[in-house]
């Protein structure tokens, strides 16, 4: 593993062990005059997981269904706006990736008798977003063209842009977590 790949991975941990760390909260209290529960429900650490791996896996193929629609939606344009074209596919995948992503670490985090806010959820992936882009520029200088790189470095590339995405949507769902009433 190279350099670079170590420290994607430690930087990945810490975030990951950062936000279960943070994230443990009171014991489940029955209120005696209404019988509902209240204070917040304990972390499950197989569901963070759950909604990390799964949200990083529903991010890329978000991507790709986005980039889809994308060009599919500028196939009438003329050939002369190339550019444009590639930026709205790309902009369309994106847009893809984060409301896959957003929605699988929401419906995760929703089962059961716990629930949380879908939008504070897509800010935290937005906010992964922007972390997820900075590292890229830092750590593998920017993305790699189609045409270039090897495979390896093009797979850590979109981990870490998915992955860091997922973990602001979970650490995001995750503090506004509460029992469905």
């Known amino acids: ?56 896996y529903a991010g890329v193929a978000g991507y790709f269904a986005g980039r889809g629609l994308g060009t599919l939606a500028t196939m009438m344009m003329k050939s002369d706006n190339e550019r444009l074209r590639d930026r709205v596919v790309d902009g369309v ?6 409301f896959a992503i957003g929605g699988t670490v929401y419906a995760l985090g929703d089962m059961g008798s716990e629930t949380g ?11 992964g977003a922007a972390a997820s882009l900075v590292l890229s520029k830092v750590v593998f200088h920017g993305r790699v063209p189609a045409d270039q790189g090897s495979a390896k470095r093009k797979w850590w590339v979109a981990t870490l842009e998915c992955s860091l995405p997922a973990i602001g949507g979970t650490l995001a769902f995750n503090a506004s977590r509460k029992w469905q009433r």
């Open 1 to 56: 593993m190279t350099r670079a790949g170590v420290l994607c991975a430690a930087v990945l941990l810490a975030i990951a062990s950062g936000a279960a760390h943070a994230q443990v909260g009171p014991a489940l209290v029955a209120n005696p005059e209404s019988g509902r529960l209240e204070g917040k429900p304990t972390l499950r650490p197989e569901r963070v997981g759950a909604e990390v791996v799964v949200g990083t």
């Open 93 to 98: 995948g994106w847009a893809g990736a984060a």
């Open 117 to 127: 806010s879908f939008p504070r959820t897509m800010i935290g992936v937005t906010a």
